[in-house]
């Protein structure tokens, strides 16, 4: 059982950066795949971003190329996502996500029921 609690969500201006945080429990962190999604209002959770469990491979979606970047430290059982020169239509609710250890360090996963365990969602609203 994983239990993941995100933060460093806010409100800002196009342009801005903000660095998001989900922090898990459990001790098999390093053994689970990571990932970020979001919902805007009123469309579905979307795929934004992905680690493996040994960080080696990362994966974005085509909007976030370029601007975000997911990292992960094993030893703080943490996964981050630095999202720079913020737009708004980033504007959702971002949540981390943890894909059931098993698979090699290089494994990640894009698609929503390919994730275990799910974080409550940390608000981010980007203004014009």
């Known amino acids: 059982q994983v239990q993941l609690v995100e933060s460093g969500g806010g409100l800002l201006q196009a342009g801005g950066s903000l660095r998001l945080s989900c922090a898990a429990s459990g001790r098999t962190f390093s053994s689970y795949a990571m990932g970020w999604f979001r919902r805007a209002p009123g469309k579905e959770r979307e795929f934004v971003a992905a680690i493996s469990s040994s960080a080696f491979n990362t994966y974005y979606t085509h909007s976030v190329k370029g601007r975000f970047t997911i990292s992960r430290d094993n030893a703080k059982n943490t996964v981050y996502l630095q999202m720079n020169s913020l737009k708004p239509e980033d504007t959702a609710v971002y949540y981390c996500?943890?894909?059931?250890?098993?698979?090699?360090?290089?494994?990640?996963?894009?698609?929503?029921?390919?994730?275990?365990?799910w974080g409550q969602g940390t608000q981010v609203t980007v203004s014009s």
């Open positions: 996500a943890a894909a059931g250890s098993g698979y090699s360090g290089s494994v990640y996963f894009t698609e929503v029921h390919e994730y275990d365990y």
